[in-house]
T-cell receptor, first 114, second 110 residues
Framework: EPEVTQTPSHQVTQMGQEVILRCVPISNHLYFYWYRQILGQKVEFLVSFYNNEISEKSEIFDDQFSVERPDGSNFTLKIRSTKLEDSAMYFC????????????FGPGTRLTVT | LAKTTQPISMDSYEGQEVNITCSHNNIATNDYITWYQQFPSQGPRFIIQGYKTKVTNEVASLFIPADRKSSTLSLPRVSLSDTAVYYCLVGDTGRRALTFGSGTRLQVQP
């Protein structure tokens, strides 16, 4: 069964550093998403991406965040200058059919900012 | 998106049927009802989606009454591996972002 993959599984970085989280969505999917989950809290939507542009973003997704689909397979989330409060599990997801509510989530990247 | 209310936690034993009810009084005409499952340290996983009446797949059944103000996720004969958090989401299929609440933490005991 096709699956979304994410690398790395765990990233430790110092406050103020830039990090790039990588995702490989399911190959024929067209919609891509990033979510995050702070330990013990809800899963929060960050951004959705379609047709090489952001289609929706939340208040969390400020100027420190950016997304990119640099080639036909990868989808990245960059945090320019990490803060302690960025420590969370970051999930990438993808979906195929327009209007489908079924999103396929990756295993996540645990980001620890020290 | 319609606000949803579901129990914070539920306990069950292996082999029992578990029913988790979600209230969504303000559901809109275009809204679908979707359930996701999340194991610790993993991403949410789609379980089932429905609009009205009953939907069944290999994992669960979803019961939606005629007024659509609530829905019930039914897990037949649960096992220890069904211990997870279950989320009820309600929204317009045209909306892309999923809004997760706190979910229902299901603990299955041997």
């Amino acid at each position: 069964e096709p699956e979304v993959t994410q690398t790395p599984s765990h990233q430790v970085t110092q406050m103020g550093q830039e990090v790039i989280l990588r995702c490989v969505p399911i190959s024929n999917h067209l919609y891509f998403y990033w979510y995050r989950q702070i330990l013990g809290q809800k899963v929060e939507f960050l951004v959705s991406f379609y047709n090489n542009e952001i289609s929706e973003k939340s208040e969390i997704f400020d100027d420190q965040f950016s997304v990119e689909r640099p080639d036909g397979s990868n989808f990245t989330l960059k945090i320019r200058s990490t803060k302690l409060e960025d420590s969370a599990m970051y999930f990438c997801a993808s979906s195929g059919a327009r209007g489908s509510y079924e999103q396929y989530f990756g295993p996540g990247t645990r980001l620890t900012v020290t | 998106l319609a606000k949803t209310t579901q129990p914070i936690s539920m306990d069950s034993y292996e082999g029992q049927e578990v029913n988790i009810t979600c209230s969504h009084n303000n559901i809109a005409t275009n809204d679908y009802i979707t359930w996701y499952q999340q194991f610790p340290s993993q991403g949410p996983r789609f379980i089932i989606q429905g609009y009205k009446t009953k939907v069944t797949n290999e994992v669960a059944s979803l019961f939606i009454p005629a007024d659509r103000k609530s829905s019930t996720l039914s897990l037949p004969r649960v096992s220890l591996s069904d211990t997870a958090v279950y989320y009820c989401l309600v929204g317009d299929t045209g909306r892309r972002a999923l809004t997760f609440g706190s979910g229902t933490r299901l603990q299955v005991q041997p």
